[in-house]
C-alpha cells in the first residue's frame, strides 16, 4: 500500500518518537534496518516538512519536529512523496472544465 520510501520515514518517525534524545542518521538507520544513505534523503526531506529537526554538534542528530501527538500518517506521506490532487480533467474534455466529472471527483 505505502512506497518503500513511506515505510522507511514510517519507521524513522516512530523510532524517533519514542527517543528521549537527538539520535544520528546511522542511529537510526542502524535501529530501523533501513540503508543509511536513503535514509539520510528521506530525513532530509521529513526535515523540510517540519516532521523532524536536525541539530549538528556533539550531541547533535535528529529528533522530532513535532509532538508524536500532533503527528500523522498523511503529514509523512506528504513530506517524503506527496499526493497531488486533481484539479482538471485530466483527459482535458471541455464539458470538464468548469468542475471536475463525478468520477474525478472522487478520485481525488
Known sequence: MFSQTVEYALRAIVYLAVQAEARTA????AVTKVPAAYLAKV????S????????????????LGKRPDDLSIWAVVQAVEPIRRITHCPLELESHRVRLCPL???LD
Open 48 to 63: 523540510r516538512g517540519k516532521l523532524v529537526v536536525s541539530q549538528r554538534g556533539l550531541h547533535g542528530g535528529f529528533t
Open 104 to 106: 474525478h471527483k472522487k
Open 43 to 46: 530525513l532530509q526531506n521529513l
Open 26 to 29: 546511522q542511529q537510526i538507520a
